[in-house]
């Protein structure tokens, strides 16, 4: 059964920086995407931050300049380095990833459970 499990949340001052971590575990064969959402009390999940399997990447507007996303592939691991936060940066954050399975050599879609990032302003 494949797993992602995020890392890194937690408490910030605005200004401050968090790095999150997301790895991925199972019968994977390839990752094509990695990216993560996040989604604060009340809002809908958005998109935060994307990586293909080649390094393109592409970032929210609310987070360009701030947010690096980066992926090792020998690890399946994905990393958000979150600099400059904001109290507005306050939310839960989701690792998701569009992979292929050794076993069925299908690609699937996969979450994560989420990790809480809390910024005080």
């Known amino acids: 059964q494949v797993q992602l499990v995020e890392s890194g949340g937690g408490l910030a001052q605005a200004g401050g920086s968090l790095r999150l971590s997301c790895a991925a575990s199972?019968?994977?064969?390839?990752?094509?995407?990695m990216d993560w959402y996040r989604q604060a009390p009340g809002k809908q999940r958005e998109l935060v931050a994307i990586i293909s399997s080649g390094g393109t990447t592409n970032y929210a507007d609310s987070v360009k300049g701030r947010f690096t996303i980066s992926r090792d592939n020998a690890k399946n691991t994905v990393y958000l380095q979150m600099n400059s936060l904001k109290a507005e940066d306050s939310a839960v954050y989701y690792c998701h990833a569009e992979l292929q399975l050794r076993t069925t050599m299908r690609t699937y879609s996969y979450w994560g459970q989420g990790t809480q990032v809390t910024v005080s302003s």
């Open positions: 199972g019968p994977i064969f390839s990752i094509n995407i």
